[in-house]
């Protein structure tokens, strides 16, 4: 190993320090729980609402459930799984990735209603 | 044909590595890996041309990709795949005197992630996710790319006793 190797190391690892220290410093309380689907928003949950939204397009399946301020992916027939294991969220920027459905479910300080009919126009 | 051989050989065993990886538990964050196929990305670089490891490469990520992945799960580990074998050819080509093979491994894995972390981002069209989660691929990338540096150094030791004795292109 040479000298400039552990430099390296330790720069990368300073980098992730500092990140990590502005996700944090940045971090708040969400109010609102925005629900992506192929990169374009579906729907926009307030957070204080308990509540379970079921997605369904075709055979792609996932249900998330939204109680006491607490964002969990319940349930999901997706290959690998992956958002179901992922941790609740509640703080801003937090978010569940189901990317073999490519659905995303991010939590925003402020949300705003989709335009739904956006396609229809 | 040594060569073509010792190719299709590090095609295969890359493939069980990151099939078998997934057993090994890890702590559980959405793209964190071991990174293990990264071990015979390093042996090729360091044993065969650019065209030779690119070729071990894309065809490990499609071959695997296609046992055991999705469409979106080739786009992400085509792009850290990639990105990490042109930034760690990079540097075996201008740096070998800054960097040892360990560094090398660090860096490219930091390539890896970096760039699924972007990929992440553009897929689903917002960089609030990927924000969160890039200073922990950075530490586990750092620790990953250690820990296959470290036994990719020792097989490039091993490999003076095999027939692949005095391939090596680059110092270790």
Redesign the interface.
Same mark, same amino acid.
């Given at each position: 190993m040479k000298k400039m190797d552990v430099i390296v190391a330790i720069l990368f690892l300073m980098i992730a320090v500092g990140l990590f220290g502005y996700n944090v410093a940045h971090r708040e309380v969400g109010s609102f729980v925005e629900i992506a689907k192929n990169g374009q928003v579906v729907q926009v949950e307030p957070l204080a609402e308990n509540q379970e939204i079921i997605l369904e397009y075709g055979d792609q399946y996932n249900k998330i459930l939204i109680e006491n301020e607490v964002v969990t992916m319940v349930d999901a027939n997706c290959r690998d799984q992956l958002c179901v294991h992922t941790a609740p969220l509640k703080t801003v920027g937090r978010a569940i990735v189901c990317l073999p459905h490519r659905v995303s479910v991010v939590i925003q300080a402020n949300g705003t209603e989709p335009e739904v009919d956006g396609i229809s126009e | 044909m040594l060569q073509f051989t010792t190719m299709a050989l590090m095609i295969t065993i890359a493939m069980v590595l990151s099939y078998f990886e997934r057993f090994i538990p890890l702590i559980?964050v959405?793209g964190v890996k071991l990174g293990l196929a990264n071990i015979v990305t390093l042996l090729a670089l360091y044993l065969f041309d650019f065209k030779q490891t690119l070729i071990i490469v894309v065809l490990r990520v499609l071959l695997v990709s296609m046992f055991t992945g999705?469409p =979106? %799960?080739l786009i992400?580990s085509m792009s850290g795949g990639l990105v990490s074998l042109i930034g760690m050819k990079l540097l075996l080509l201008t740096s070998t005197k800054?960097?040892?093979l /360990?560094?090398i491994s =660090? /860096?490219g894995a930091?390539l890896h992630n970096t760039a699924q972390a972007i990929v992440?981002g553009l897929? /689903?069209?917002?960089f %609030? =996710?990927a924000?969160?989660y890039?200073? =922990?691929l /950075?530490?586990a990338?750092?620790v990953t790319g250690?820990l296959t540096g470290l036994i990719g150094r020792q097989f490039m030791k091993q490999i003076e006793y095999t027939p692949l004795k005095g391939k090596r292109r680059y110092p270790i």
């Open positions: - | 559980n959405p999705s =979106i %799960s992400y800054v960097f040892s /360990i560094g =660090i /860096i930091f992440l897929l /689903i069209n917002s %609030s =996710i924000r969160v890039y200073p =922990i /950075i530490v990338a750092v250690f």
